[in-house]
């Protein structure tokens, strides 16, 4: 009865460890996959910053409307912005370039 008693607690344990360690690498591919993400958002932060340096666009109806896109995208990627914001700003950067 014991040495039966025992070997449910044993099994016990080792389903409960078993369990821990899939949880455990679950975790551990949830922070691989956020340092991926803040990876790829930091070169595409980068990426913008040196775009500006590089292109900086004329001082036109034009010039105006890119300098906003290129604002947007980088609020965007940094999670400023929500996804509903990014279309009222282009609706609006896109009426400004026709001249509405």
Known sequence: RNRA????????QKQAEAALR???EELRAQIAATQD???ELRAS???L???ERRHEPPETKLGRVYRRAV???RELYEGQL???EV???ARAFIDEALGK
């Open 22 to 24: 899939a949880r455990v």
């Open 37 to 39: 993400q803040r990876d």
């Open 87 to 89: 279309v009222r700003e």
């Open 49 to 51: 910053r040196e775009l």
């Open 5 to 12: 008693s025992a070997e449910r607690s044993r099994e016990r």
């Open 82 to 84: 929500e996804v509903d």
């Open 71 to 73: 604002a947007v995208y």
């Open 45 to 47: 932060t980068e990426w």
